[in-house]
């Protein structure tokens, strides 16, 4: 089982980023996306069912982020609208077989991608 994370990088606040994550090795019944500030505690951030029947966000990117996964390649996608400063973080992809999305243990884990967003 392998996520391979990208798309993080430096923007301005307001702007708008994609992160991709491609998954490999198995199917997976939910994946979500989790980041970590400097200094402070992972969080989680939003997570999908593998079909998309089921989404979740935390509060402080809802309406802004969008999770989504292409079933051609199995590329799992955040996109981030309207980034402030405060969503400056190391951003992680992961897997589950089934659906539990504030679920502390998340087996499969993607490399981090930085996003810096300044003011």
């Known amino acids: 089982v392998q996520l391979q994370a990208s798309g993080g990088g430096l923007v301005q606040a307001g702007d708008s980023l994609r992160l991709s994550c491609v998954a490999s090795?198995?199917?997976?019944?939910?994946y979500a996306w989790f980041r970590q500030a400097p200094g402070k505690e992972r969080e989680f951030v939003a997570a999908s069912t593998w079909r998309g029947e089921k989404k979740e966000y935390a509060d402080s990117v809802k309406g802004r982020f969008r999770i989504s996964r292409d079933n051609r390649d199995n590329t799992m996608y955040l996109q981030m609208n309207s980034l402030k400063p405060e969503d400056t973080a190391v951003y992680y992809c992961?897997?589950?077989?089934?659906?539990?999305?504030?679920?502390?243990?998340?087996?499969?884990w993607g490399q981090g991608t930085l996003v810096t967003v300044s003011s």
């Open positions: 090795g198995r199917p997976f019944g939910a």
């Open positions: 992961s897997a589950r077989a089934d659906w539990a999305p504030r679920s502390n243990f998340w087996p499969y």
